[in-house]
C-alpha cells in the first residue's frame, strides 16, 4: 500500500479518483452512467439513484470513456476497440449487470460515426472504415417475447443501410417518436462546416439544411438534438451565421428557422430542458464557461450562478435543477447541482489543489492573442513550458488540468495559447489556419512568447515547447522552423510526418486533411510539405522528446518512426517512449510514468539558470 504522504502532490492529481458528469436515461431519470478513474484505469460505471448502488460496468485493460444508456435504462451500450485503436463494434450490458453482447449483429467493425437508440428497440449506427467512407445503418428490434412484447423491445434485427458516402457524416439523432433521423454530413467536402439532412428511417429525406450552400461558404452546423416534447418535431441546432456559434430551432417538417440572439459575446451552444419548454444555455468565452437557463415563451434568459471557473458538461433534469461539472485551474472538478448539492463524490484521496491562472492578451500577426499562465513561487524569469493544446478545434480554458500543474510544482511557469484553430474566439479565429496549416498557429504562439521574454516571465534560454496530439505536431513543426528559440521539445503523439500521417490516418481525419490543405498530398504537395515537421528535421537543434501509441488511428506510429528515424541518421539528440494504447492512455500510472519522462527529460537538457 502506498503512503500518501510519500507521493508528491503532482502524481496525487492524476491517482485522484475522479468522475465525469452523469448522463441519465430519458425514461428513467434514477439511472445514470459515468466514467471514472476509480480502479486505476477510466471506465464505464452504472448508478442506480434509487438505491444508490454504483458497479463496474467495463474493465479491460486500457480502459473504457464512450458509452451511454439506452432510453428506458435497461441497456448499457458502450464501444469496444482494440487497445484504443479506436476500431470495433457497440456492446451492449444490462443496466444491473450481466453478460455483454454484440449492440448491432451484423456490423462489422468500424470507427464510430455515431449512435441513436429509439423508445421501441430502433438502433442506428454510424459507421466509418477507409474502404467504404461513410455509411449508416438502422436495426429494428425483433419482435419481443412475451405476449403482445410485455417484455419490452425486442432484440436488434438485421442492420439495413440508409446512407453511404466518401466523406464524412455522422449520426445526430433520432426524434422521440422515432420516426425521423438527422445526419451531420460533409457531402460538399468541407469537413470544417457540416450541414444537416433529415430522412426517414428508410433514408427517405424529409429536409436538408446547408448554410455552407453547397461548401461555397464557411459557414457549419451542428445537432443539438430533437425536442423531447410529445409531438414536436423541432430541432435544436448549432449555427454560425453571425461569427459564433450560437443556437437555433429547426421545424424539418414545416421548413422554418428561429435563430435565438441572446446577446452573449462568445460560443452558446444550448440543450433541451426534459420538458421540452426551455433550454439549457452554456456560454463559451475568454476561456471559461457559465450557465443560463432560456424560458421558450417568454423568451427570457436567467443566469444560473456557479463558481469562478469553468462548466465543462451540463445536462438539465427533470426536476427542474440543473448538474454540472465544474472546476478552475486551481480547483479539481467537482459534479454539482444548482440546487446547492454535491451530486457524486468520487471515493477516496482528493486531488490537491494548484495555482490560478492569470489571463493575458498579446497582439499577433492575426490579432489579439488569448494566453493562461500558471506560475510557480518565487520571482522570476522562470524556466517556462508552452504547454500547446490538441484539437486544433479546442481551447484551454480556467479548468483543473494534472498536466500543467506538474510543470508547476517542479518550478515551471505554464503558458498556454488559444492560438488561432482555437474554438470560443469566433468562426475568423477558427477557421484561420487552412491552407497554411500549423504555421499561422506559431505564429501566434511566437507573439507570446515574445511577451513572456519581454516581460520578465520566461527565462529566453530555458524554454521548453510541448503538446499533445495537435499540440505534439506544432512542437515538432516549432523546433524545426525556429530553431533558436526553444531549448527542449517534448511532444506526445504529435503528427511528424505529415505525407504519411495522411496516408495512415483515420478516414474521417483524412477528410479534415482535405478541408484545411485545399486537397490530397498529391493535389497540394507544396502545403503539405510547407507544414510537415519531418521538412524541416535537419533545422531542429534542440533536443527532442517523442512518445507514441502504437495502436494510433488518429497521429500513426509509422509517421512518428520516419520522423525518429530521421533524427537518428542525422545525429539529434532525442529519445523516444512507445506504449501499448491509442491517441493517449486512460491509464492513471501509464500516464504519471510519461509526465515523469516528459520533466525529467526537460531537467536534463535545460541549461542551468543564469545568475
Not at 525556429?482 to 504519411?500: I, M, R, S
Amino acid at each position: 500500500m502506498t503512503d500518501e504522504s510519500c507521493v508528491p502532490d503532482w502524481e496525487k492529481r492524476f491517482r485522484a479518483p475522479r468522475v465525469s458528469l452523469p448522463e441519465w436515461a430519458e425514461d428513467a431519470p434514477d439511472r445514470s452512467l459515468f466514467v471514472s478513474n476509480a480502479t486505476g484505469t477510466f471506465e464505464l460505471y452504472a448508478w442506480d439513484r434509487a438505491t444508490g448502488t454504483q458497479r463496474q460496468v467495463t474493465d479491460r485493460p486500457n480502459g473504457t470513456t464512450e458509452g451511454t444508456l439506452s432510453p428506458d435504462g435497461e441497456w448499457v451500450w458502450w464501444f469496444s476497440d482494440t487497445d484504443g485503436d479506436e476500431f470495433g463494434v457497440w456492446m451492449r450490458q444490462p443496466f444491473a449487470g450481466g453478460e455483454d453482447v454484440p449492440g448491432a449483429p451484423g456490423l462489422e467493425p468500424s470507427y464510430p460515426a455515431g449512435l441513436a437508440l429509439g423508445r421501441d428497440g430502433t438502433v442506428v449506427v454510424g459507421r466509418s472504415t477507409d474502404e467504404h467512407g461513410t455509411s449508416v445503418h438502422v436495426l429494428r428490434p425483433r419482435p419481443a417475447d412475451g405476449p403482445g412484447g410485455a417484455d419490452g423491445p425486442g432484440e436488434p434485427g438485421e442492420p439495413v443501410e440508409i446512407y453511404r458516402h466518401r466523406e464524412s457524416a455522422g449520426v445526430g439523432g433520432l426524434s422521440r417518436d422515432g420516426s425521423l433521423l438527422v445526419i451531420e454530413h460533409t457531402e460538399h467536402g468541407d469537413a470544417m462546416h457540416s450541414a444537416l439532412r433529415v430522412v426517414r428511417l428508410d433514408g427517405t429525406p424529409v429536409a436538408e439544411l446547408d448554410d455552407s450552400a453547397g461548401g461555397t461558404k464557411e459557414l457549419g452546423l451542428e445537432c443539438l438534438g430533437f425536442s423531447p416534447a410529445v409531438g414536436d418535431s423541432r430541432l435544436l441546432v448549432a449555427h454560425q451565421r453571425r461569427g459564433r456559434w450560437e443556437p437555433m430551432l429547426w421545424d424539418p417538417l414545416g421548413g422554418g428557422t428561429t435563430e435565438l440572439d441572446f446577446d452573449l459575446p462568445g460560443d452558446v451552444s444550448a440543450e433541451w430542458t426534459p420538458s421540452g419548454d426551455a433550454l439549457l444555455v452554456v456560454h463559451s468565452y475568454r476561456a471559461r464557461a457559465e450557465m443560463y437557463r432560456y424560458d421558450l415563451a417568454r423568451q427570457v434568459l436567467e443566469r444560473l450562478e456557479t463558481p469562478a471557473g469553468s462548466v465543462s458538461s451540463a445536462t438539465a433534469r427533470p426536476d427542474g435543477s440543473v448538474e454540472y461539472l465544474w472546476s478552475s485551474a486551481a480547483r479539481p472538478p467537482q459534479v454539482r447541482s444548482t440546487s446547492g448539492a454535491v451530486v457524486l463524490e468520487p471515493p477516496g484521496m482528493r486531488a490537491p489543489e494548484s495555482v490560478p491562472v492569470e489571463d493575458v492578451w498579446v497582439e499577433g500577426p492575426g490579432g489579439t492573442v488569448h494566453a493562461l499562465v500558471q506560475k510557480p513561487e518565487g520571482t522570476g524569469p522562470f524556466p517556462t513550458v508552452f504547454e500547446v493544446h490538441g484539437g486544433p478545434t479546442w481551447h484551454d480554458s480556467d479548468a483543473f488540468a494534472a498536466g500543467p500543474a506538474a510543470w508547476v510544482d517542479h518550478g515551471y511557469a505554464v503558458v498556454r495559447v488559444n492560438y488561432r484553430g482555437s474554438t470560443g474566439y469566433g468562426r475568423e479565429w477558427t477557421d484561420a489556419l487552412r491552407h497554411r496549416v500549423g504555421l499561422i498557429e506559431l505564429e501566434d504562439i511566437d507573439a507570446v512568447r515574445r511577451w513572456a521574454v519581454g516581460s520578465g516571465l520566461a527565462d529566453p534560454a530555458r524554454l521548453v515547447l510541448a503538446g499533445g496530439s495537435w499540440g505534439g505536431y506544432l512542437t515538432l513543426l516549432g523546433l524545426g522552423t525556429q530553431p533558436d528559440v526553444w531549448a527542449v521539445g517534448v511532444a506526445a503523439v504529435p503528427v511528424a510526418d505529415y505525407v504519411t500521417a495522411y496516408q495512415d490516418e483515420m478516414e474521417a481525419l483524412k477528410a479534415l486533411d482535405r478541408t484545411l490543405f485545399g486537397g490530397t498530398p498529391e493535389e497540394v504537395p507544396e502545403r503539405f510539405r510547407a507544414s510537415s515537421p519531418l521538412t524541416y528535421v535537419e533545422r531542429v537543434t534542440a533536443p527532442v522528446y517523442v512518445s507514441a501509441g502504437v495502436n494510433d488511428p488518429r497521429c500513426p506510429i509509422r509517421q512518428i518512426d520516419n520522423y525518429v528515424d530521421a533524427l537518428e541518421r542525422l545525429g539529434k539528440t532525442h529519445e523516444v517512449y512507445r506504449y501499448d494504447a491509442g491517441h493517449g492512455s486512460l491509464v492513471v500510472e501509464e500516464r504519471i510514468k510519461q509526465v515523469r519522462l516528459e520533466i525529467g527529460f526537460a531537467e536534463r537538457y535545460l541549461p542551468a539558470a543564469s545568475g
